[in-house]
């Protein structure tokens, strides 16, 4: 894989999480982000461990699950992993690579150092966690009444 920094930069600049945050901020969060590549079947993250970091797709495809129940497939562009980073609590869910996937990863106090520094970064992750919040009460809702 081998990216550059800017590569990196360019990749996590197309992801809504970090759309808006300054040049310095990015050009900081590239310079620490490294890239993992995962085959078809091999966990990212299992759930019960706590986290160390933040996860964004590059290529691939990845399944969220909860024991063996599949939640959601998250693909190009799209990332995980930011509960566990926040509240370094253990993770509450699974994530295994459903095709080879390659993923940029964030480390936890990497990003929390950023958080501190940039107030839009932090703006963004808290609009993506208020989303998968929404997301969370709407399945939540239609499962209580039998949807």
């Not at 990015?26 to 620490?32: F, G, I, P, T």
């Not at 990212?44 to 933040?54: D, F, H, N, S, Y």
């Not at 609590?89 to 996937?101: D, F, G, H, L």
Request: net charge negative; aromatic share 4%; proline share 3%.
């Amino acid at each position: 894989m081998a990216l550059s920094t800017q590569d990196k930069a360019d990749a996590l600049a197309a992801v809504p999480l970090f759309a808006g945050i300054s040049a310095e901020s990015m050009e900081r969060l590239a310079a620490v982000t490294g890239e993992q590549e995962f085959v078809t079947g091999q966990f990212i993250v299992r759930q019960g461990q706590v986290g160390t970091g933040l996860y964004v797709i590059l290529s691939g495809s990845v399944k969220v699950m909860r024991g063996s129940e599949e939640l959601i497939r998250l693909g190009d562009g799209e990332f995980f992993g930011e509960l566990s980073v926040i509240d370094q609590q253990p993770r509450n869910a699974s994530v295994e690579a459903a095709e080879p996937t390659e993923v940029l990863a964030l480390a936890s106090w990497d990003l929390l150092a950023l958080l501190e520094s940039d107030p839009q970064l932090a703006l963004n992750l808290i609009k993506g966690l208020v989303a998968r919040v929404r997301l969370a009460v709407d399945e939540l809702a239609g499962a209580q009444l039998g949807h």
